[in-house]
């Protein structure tokens, strides 16, 4: 699938393949793990899970704005450019929106937040 869609030439270095997925632990987003609930093997459902049961609805709350003189200084003096993602200190990712004179401003939201998802799911094994 990852090839037919194009994804495996966006990924070269991906390695795609089933997914082991543990109910209960936290490793996938809710409604994909609400979705695999009570399948059985062989099954092949699509599934369209919600923002609020992925990553959220996207919020202007999550928009942060920085003085760009502190900002340059917070990121090692590097000038900012809109556009650019920096690694929060979680591990995930925020994207440079906007940059004048004065003002950064930095998005928060998940890339996916405010999208609905849609998955192809095969369910190859059931323990």
């Given at each position: 699938m990852a090839e037919e869609t194009g994804l495996a030439e966006e990924q070269p270095d991906r390695e795609y393949g089933p997914l082991t997925v543990e109910i209960g632990s936290g490793r996938v987003i809710e409604g994909l793990e609400d979705a695999l609930i009570g399948q059985n093997e062989g099954a092949t459902p699509?599934?369209?899970v919600p923002p609020e049961k992925g990553y959220g609805?996207?919020?202007e709350e999550q928009v942060q704005e920085y003085d760009r003189e502190?900002?340059?200084q917070m990121v090692g003096g590097q000038p900012p450019e809109e556009g650019a993602?920096?690694?929060t200190q979680e591990g995930g990712l925020a994207e440079v929106i906007?940059?004048?004179d004065e003002v950064v401003r930095v998005d928060f939201n998940h890339s996916l937040a405010?999208?609905?998802l849609e998955f192809d799911i095969?369910?190859?094994n059931v323990n």
């Open positions: 699509t599934v369209a609805e996207w919020s502190e900002f340059t993602y920096l690694e906007h940059v004048d405010g999208e609905t095969e369910i190859v």
